[in-house]
């Protein structure tokens, strides 16, 4: 594995997160993740088996339905702000997969490990740093913080502790030098 320091993990996980934010146009909470599987970044739905695979398995699970202007995936049993984590924890699980299957062959490519953040990386993407840093100087305090974004309240009190960083949108093209093994 790549000789990376927790904050350089941290950073690449980050700028994924923010680069897919980018690539949906989102401007306001609550990030839709939902949407990305509808219609994932090119590089995604031609590079990657694996997201392609995750697509299948989550279409077969749940079912698409209409809430509050965004399209989602609906399992019967767990509260919508559950959902929209544990959607956005796999989708770094499946572009990890994807990374790895794209370099399988390619002993001289060295992958770092980011499976430790894919919590990190489904705060930043339901909860993406421009948006809380807006929120912030809105004066907007912590107790509304899970509810504008929807996202579990547990999870929300982590968020509101990370960092914030400076992020300049850089969409799919992002996406394509930052995670392309070619």
């Known amino acids: 594995m790549a000789n990376l320091t927790e904050d350089e993990r941290q950073q690449i996980v980050r700028d994924l997160a923010l680069a897919l934010v980018d690539y949906m146009g989102v401007k306001y909470p609550p990030v839709w993740v939902e949407n990305l599987l509808k219609n994932p970044p090119t590089l995604y739905r031609y590079e990657f088996q ?39 924890r796999e989708l770094l699980r499946a572009v990890i997969d ?5 370099v399988a062959d390619s002993a001289s490519v060295l992958m770092p490990d980011l499976g430790d953040y894919e919590g990190y990386f489904a705060r930043v993407l339901l909860a993406p740093d421009p948006m809380v840093d807006a929120y912030r100087k809105k004066g907007q305090d912590f107790r509304g913080f899970a509810e504008t974004f929807l996202i579990p309240s547990h999870i929300a009190s982590i ?16 996406l394509r030098h930052a995670f392309s093994v070619s």
């Open 50 to 88: 694996s997201a392609k695979i995750l697509h299948k398995i989550l279409d077969a699970i749940f079912t698409w339905t209409q809430v509050e202007g965004g399209i989602l995936l609906v399992p019967s049993e767990l509260p919508l702000v559950e959902r929209r984590f544990i959607l956005a």
């Open 159 to 174: 968020r509101w502790k990370d960092p914030i960083y400076p992020h300049h949108g850089l969409g799919e093209e992002r």
């Open 98 to 102: 994807g990374l790895h299957e794209q």
